[in-house]
């Protein structure tokens, strides 16, 4: 929440915005203001996470598809039939696009904006460049993106803007990002947040605490902490078989050894233990 209080105001701030206290503080609310709004444009990803499914990556979705026989596929259909119809509906770059122009046509403050991967959509920024120049100086935007493309290009053709900041999801560097998030490219990915981080744009890492990359995680902090990269934990609940909390007792007392920061060995130590 404190989190989600800072940024809907100023990144450097660490008390509520100024903006969002007078907006809370106004006696009229006939005009529809959107102070926050979330964009998920669609599913089209360059990516296969692990721990991802069909709902955020195109490229999973085409593998469920043409594995019928794959227990996860299987279970997505008995569950629902029209399983692979429902994301098409839901996440469609259509549907995607239009979401966005309806917030657009409202005077939103801040607009957070997801895929799939949402710096391949070409539309998206035809839309954003398309905005009215007065208007783009009041809107901040945050990206959140798996690092693969040009930072610093996408914050350019959007300069207009009150802000263009981006939160990158890793999961550690080296084999182990490349390994957890298929399709990724460690030294791109390195040189596209360096290059950002020099030109003076807001980058932050997002890390998924999970099985697959806990004991490999020290390693990301410790290249954060050398470039000055903030780092923020979202803690992974599903798929349940790649969750911290299924790992026996011993290997999660070795991650939580294998740690420095006192942050992220709070969130391991409240996970409830699942015994084998």
Known sequence: RRRHT???????????????????????????????????????????????????????????????????????????????????????????????????????????????????????????????????????????????????????????????SFSVSLEGIDKTQDFIRTGSDWNLIEKNLLDAKQAGIQVKINYVIQAASIFNVQQLLDWCNLHQLDMTFTMLTYPEYLSFSVLPMSLRELAIQSIKDQSIIDLLSIQPYHPE
């Open 6 to 164: 800072r940024y809907i105001g100023d990144w450097s701030s660490d008390v509520c915005s100024s903006d969002l206290k007078s907006f809370l503080k106004k006696q009229d609310y006939s005009k529809y203001h959107i102070v926050f709004a979330d964009v998920k444009l669609s599913n089209v990803c360059n990516f296969e996470c692990v721990m991802c499914n069909p709902h955020d990556s195109s490229k999973l979705f085409s593998r469920w598809q043409s594995q019928p026989e794959s227990e996860f596929v299987e279970k997505a259909l008995t569950k629902n039939p029209r399983y692979f119809e429902i994301v098409k509906e839901n996440y469609s770059t259509q549907r995607g696009h239009q979401h966005l122009l309806d917030i657009l046509d409202q005077p939103v403050k801040n607009l957070k904006l997801l895929g799939g991967e949402p710096l391949l959509d070409k539309q998206m920024f035809s839309v954003l460049e398309s905005v009215d120049k007065s208007k783009q100086s009041k809107i901040s935007l945050h990206f959140v993106t798996n690092g693969s493309q040009d930072l610093v290009n996408a914050a350019n053709r959007l300069k207009g803007y009150k802000t263009v």
